[in-house]
């Protein structure tokens, strides 16, 4: 069965520390992992990931894929206020047929506490 | 370039009425997803549709719910007889059509929160 386990499911911080988000996957034939951040409302898209040892920038948040291993991590520097949400771990998987790739298996997510 | 839209944010039904939930994609995306969040669980996805057919249904329970993308307008979620446990969140996502993996990144909408009494 297709697996996406997210670790730790809760952190808490303090503004300004570095945190490390992982994101571990079973999947038949891996195509593509995506980072999501949601807050009250739309989960929004972060990164997407499909080959090893290219790591995504955006800003403070970066991303690597390890696709030997089978993990993905999500690092977030200088963290602030605004960085509290969920951080959602996902992977397309391939219908019976495999000839589509709609459904996304999410991970459970972690839920980043950032306190001033 | 407006967002994938979803109506309404918040339905209260009673138990056995229908709850209906729309969801317009992204302008350009031909492709929707559906996705239901219970309390303190993940996101479970449940369908995929493009217009006029359903490409993956095998997260739909298989009774009271049904989902169409028709030809004009917006996508519905149809949940029949709803019961206490079908409140949850339900989140549309939109897609265009890219090949491989580039098509692979969906875009989410707000939401519908189902509350059933």
């Known amino acids: 069965e297709d697996k996406v386990v997210q670790s730790p499911l809760s952190l808490v911080v303090h503004e300004g520390d570095t945190v490390t988000l992982n994101c571990s996957y079973e999947?038949?034939?891996?195509?593509?992992l995506l980072w999501y951040k949601q807050e009250k409302k739309a989960p929004t898209f972060l990164f997407m990931l499909t080959s090893s040892g290219i790591e995504k920038k955006s800003g403070r948040l970066s991303s690597i894929l390890d696709k030997k291993e089978l993990f993905s991590i999500l690092n977030i520097t200088a963290t602030q206020t605004g960085d509290s949400a969920i951080y959602l771990c996902?992977?397309?998987?391939?219908?019976?047929?495999?000839?589509?790739?709609?459904?996304?298996?999410f991970g459970q997510g972690t839920i980043l506490t950032v306190h001033p | 370039n407006a967002g994938v839209m979803q109506n309404p944010r918040h339905l209260v039904r009673r138990r056995g009425q229908e709850a209906r939930l729309r969801c317009s994609p992204m302008k350009g995306h031909s492709h929707v997803y559906w996705y239901r969040q219970l309390p303190e669980e993940g996101l479970k996805f449940m369908v995929y549709l493009q217009k006029e057919n359903i490409i993956d249904e095998s997260g739909m329970p298989k009774e009271r719910f049904s989902a169409e993308f028709p030809k004009e307008g917006p996508s519905i979620l149809r949940i029949q007889q709803v019961v206490r446990g079908d409140s949850a969140a339900y989140f549309c996502?939109?897609?265009?059509?890219?090949?491989?993996?580039?098509?692979?990144?969906?875009?989410f909408g707000a939401g519908t929160r189902l509350s059933v009494l």
């Open positions: 999947v038949t034939n891996f195509r593509s």
């Open positions: 996902a992977v397309p998987v391939a219908n019976a047929g495999g000839t589509s790739y709609g459904k996304l298996t």
């Open positions: 996502a939109s897609s265009p059509f890219l090949l491989r993996a580039r098509g692979d990144i969906q875009y």
